[in-house]
């Protein structure tokens, strides 16, 4: 039996305020706040959790962190790297769900994995369809091809990645293991919105300059309308092992989950996604060095 809870929805840098969540939290697939986007752990994630104090239950997250290791003792952080685990529904077990006891408020991050999470925890830890944790880690890694499911929503998602009303309808959907047929309607209709996005990536895409060694950069600050920045990189990363895209002060790198590069390392950033990572605009020239781009090279983008 599903449990009653309510929903809420966060990224890395934008957490809700504790005193806004009822009851007692989950946290699900929400990174750890690095200094890549202009924040950081002690600014962001810090005062979340000690807001929340005892009312945080638990929090399981697949993205890299070296302050993952101040909560190696406690029992409610489920931790993991990116390369341990490429997607987060499959660390939602049935025990993770149990261990932490009644849940009032599931905080979820906004694609595919996070609300999959989200849903496989109001399932007490079993999968919304069978499959579905496969699915997450396919369209989280971007290796394999997930299923028809997955990428109906995945669409979706992509095309309203600031729809919490459509975040919450996929939640349930999930959750209550996609029997109402009806709630593909507005699923399908707002995945259908993705085609124009995905026109104007292929036009950006017209304009990606190759730089040695291997990355290819595009500017999307002046498009012509919205884009899909992930099928812009994905574009990227077929023509070189690098991908870069600029939008207005922020600039987001791509390589393949399996490329073995490492951006965190690279850059010196506390944590977040390996093989992807988005960057204030001010510090394009000694990312684009660090990358082994030539001074020179690297002065012309920043």
Not at 3 to 16: I, T
Not at 20 to 34: C, E, H, K, P, T
Not at 154 to 161: G, H, K, N
Not at 241 to 249: E, K, L, P
């Amino acid at each position: 039996m599903m449990q009653p809870v309510e929903l809420s929805f966060a990224s890395p840098r934008k957490l809700p305020k504790a005193k806004d969540l009822r009851g007692n939290v989950a946290v699900l697939d929400i990174a750890f706040a690095s200094e890549a986007g202009g924040k950081s752990f002690e600014t962001v994630t810090l005062p979340f959790i000690e807001a929340l104090g005892s009312r945080l239950r638990a929090w399981v997250d697949h993205h890299d962190s070296l302050h993952h290791a101040r909560y190696v003792e406690d029992a409610r952080f489920v931790l993991s790297t990116k390369a341990e685990h490429g997607a987060c529904p499959e660390m939602i077990t049935p025990e993770v769900v149990a261990r932490a006891g009644r849940i009032d408020t599931l905080v979820c991050h906004v694609d595919f994995d996070g609300l999959a999470s989200g849903a496989k925890w109001l399932r007490g830890g079993e999968e919304p369809y069978p499959g579905c944790d496969a699915d997450a880690r396919a369209i989280d890694t971007r290796i394999g091809t997930p299923g028809p499911i997955a990428q109906r929503i995945d669409r979706a998602l992509r095309a309203r990645p600031r729809d919490h009303a459509l975040f919450g309808l996929i939640v349930r959907h999930l959750a209550t293991g996609l029997t109402d047929a009806s709630l593909w309607q507005p699923i399908d209709a707002a995945g259908a919105e993705l085609a124009p996005l995905e026109a104007e990536s292929r036009r950006l895409a017209k304009s990606f300059e190759r730089v040695e060694p291997g990355i290819v950069i595009v500017d999307a600050t002046s498009r012509r309308g919205p884009y899909d920045k992930t099928l812009l990189l994905l574009v990227g990363q077929e023509r070189a092992s690098v991908s870069a895209v600029i939008d207005g002060d922020n600039v987001t790198f791509a390589a393949a989950f399996d490329s073995g590069i490492n951006f965190l390392e690279k850059f010196g950033i506390s944590g977040g996604m390996p093989t992807v990572v988005s960057i204030h605009r001010s510090k394009l020239g000694s990312a684009l060095e660090a990358l082994g781009v030539k001074p020179a090279e690297a002065s012309r983008f920043a």
